[in-house]
């Protein structure tokens, strides 16, 4: 991975980007491709990266810090110092698997709220790297996951947009001071 988007896997007093929470309108619109991948782009994802870390999460999507470009990061392994994250640019899936499963998802943008989705098990996904090479990729299990969740993003959708226990999502969101009515639920 680039040297210059290599950040050390830690907490910040002061992460460098500011999140944003469900209700906000930057959440739902569509992200743009980006033309260059250049280093403006890797600054950014620095930045993503070290705010990621900062709230402990596995996956950020741009949009989620209020900037509009098709661009995320993950990391399933935040805490091993060893494996390096991914960074995944005008990512598109090419194929998802018939198999679906149903897990349990939270968000960066959504704090203390988790909940089962249904998602596809496994996908083929296309996308350019922080260098900007193409790369293609085979993901399943958790990872497969967070690149679907932080794909939805990029399309303004939100993981509750496609919980299916309505009830359930209410209550949980309530809880957690969230409105119900920020939820646009998906065609299922
Ligand atoms: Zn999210």
């Known amino acids: 991975m680039s040297a210059e988007v290599l950040v050390e896997k830690k907490k910040l007093k002061t992460p460098p980007l500011d999140i944003h929470y469900l209700g906000d309108r930057a959440l739902r619109q569509n992200a743009k491709r980006i033309a260059k991948v250049d280093r403006e782009i890797r600054q950014l994802v620095k930045e993503m990266l070290q705010t ?3 709230a402990d999460g596995i996956g950020l999507a741009a ?3 209020g900037i509009q470009k098709q661009l995320i990061v993950v990391d399933c392994e935040p805490d091993n110092p060893a494996t390096p994250p991914l960074v995944l640019i005008n990512p598109t899936i090419k ?3 018939d198999d679906v499963c149903l897990f349990q998802e939270g968000c960066l943008s959504i704090p ?3 909940m089962d989705v249904k998602r596809p098990e496994m996908i083929e996904v296309v996308y350019k790297d922080e260098q ?3 790369q293609m990729m085979i993901a399943t299990e958790m990872l497969s996951r967070a690149i679907q969740h932080e794909m939805d993003h990029l399309n303004g959708v939100l993981f509750v947009d496609r919980v299916e226990n309505q009830l359930a999502l209410t209550e ?3 809880k957690h001071k969230f409105s119900h009515r920020a939820v646009k639920p998906v065609a299922l």
């Open 52 to 54: 990621m870390y900062s």
């Open 63 to 65: 949009p989620q810090v």
């Open 95 to 97: 194929q998802y698997s």
């Open 112 to 114: 203390g709220v988790y």
């Open 132 to 134: 900007g090479r193409p």
């Open 172 to 174: 949980e969101l309530t």
